[in-house]
């Protein structure tokens, strides 16, 4: 972890998801639980899938938290337990709903393009949301300007005056920036919220610290603004939103608030891989993940800077 004035940069690690996709996961950290309700980004490729079936990630469950699949290359094929089916494609959204329970494939379809590049994100629902019912949407089309070399994508949330489609539970926003040529952009920031930046391809300078794919920038509260500075051609994702103050337990694919409440949700699951709680997902052929074992200890509570309660 390198400490840069009143921002935090963030190393992230390789973790494999299943035989054929690595991601770089950048949260959560030791370091830094979270940014805003963003509890979860996996950064995935630019890899080569010509000649490999690409994501393979068979039905799962989760639960307390929403999903958000964010394209740069490549197609993704969802289905859920509510009987969604949905190819998503670069620059729309997927966006999940879990609430109480829901599970989930996503596969890279047989016929697919040689790319597969992009973001799986989560946020963690609040109290007030997290016992809802799930649910499913689908943004072919989000709001966007272009402001000289650079294009802003509003994915979650709001940004200027922008606000996505998509329905969120906390004050947030996830957007992406893509820039075409060497440039030198100010972004506007919300001051009340935290911000995290990371470069998807190509190489940027946030805020005075050089910025790369693997990373995250973290951004501390009170910013008015932030300036992104490439050198060509870069896409970058920015993170943010008022400071998440709910502890969590974050095990496996469950967002929970106590160690019972994540027992509960592993043995509904694994009752019957599915069962009543999560349903079963129609039209995938392969068999469901079974969970892995709980630790041996008990699960603790965290804040979004990491400490236990």
């Given amino acids: 972890m390198t400490q840069i004035a009143d921002s935090v940069l963030l190393p992230g690690h390789d973790v494999p998801l299943g035989r054929w996709t690595t991601v770089r996961r950048l949260l959560p950290q030791k370091e830094r639980r979270m940014v ?13 899938v010509s000649s490999r079936p690409g994501m393979q990630i068979p039905p799962h469950p989760h639960t307390g938290l929403q999903t958000v699949t964010w394209l740069a290359e490549g197609v993704i094929e969802h289905r859920d337990s509510l009987g969604s089916h949905q190819l998503i494609s670069p620059g729309q959204l997927n966006l999940m709903t879990s609430g109480n329970g ?29 016992h809802g019912p799930a649910t499913f949407e689908h943004h072919p089309i989000l709001p ?7 294009t802003i994508t509003v994915v979650a949330g709001s940004l200027a005056d922008l606000r996505s489609p998509a329905t969120v539970h906390t004050p947030l926003v996830g957007a992406e920036l893509r820039t ?16 995290g930046l990371l470069v998807m391809s190509g190489s940027a300078t946030v805020a005075g610290s050089p910025l ?4 995250l920038l973290y951004l501390a509260r009170g910013r008015t603004s932030v300036t992104v500075e490439t050198a060509g051609p870069a896409r970058l994702f920015l993170l943010g939103g008022e400071p998440f103050d709910e502890p969590l337990v974050m095990w496996w694919n469950f967002v929970g608030r106590s160690h019972e409440e994540i027992v509960a949700a592993r043995s509904d699951w694994m009752a019957e891989l599915g069962g009543s709680r ?4 129609a039209g995938c052929s392969a068999p469901p993940l079974p969970a892995p074992e709980l630790p041996s200890v008990r699960l603790r509570a965290r804040d979004r800077q990491g400490k236990t309660f």
């Fill in 212 to 215: 790369e794919p693997g990373s």
């Fill in 102 to 130: 829901i599970a989930h494939s996503e596969f890279t379809p047989p016929d697919h393009p040689p790319g597969m590049h992009g973001l799986q994100l989560w946020l963690a629902l609040p109290d007030a949301a997290r």
């Fill in 278 to 281: 999560f349903g079963t997902v």
């Fill in 36 to 48: 805003g309700a963003w509890c979860f980004v996996d950064h995935f490729g630019p890899d080569d």
């Fill in 144 to 150: 966007a300007l272009a402001d000289g070399t650079v």
């Fill in 180 to 195: 075409a040529a060497p440039s030198r952009y100010s972004l506007d920031l919300e001051p009340t919220f935290e911000h």
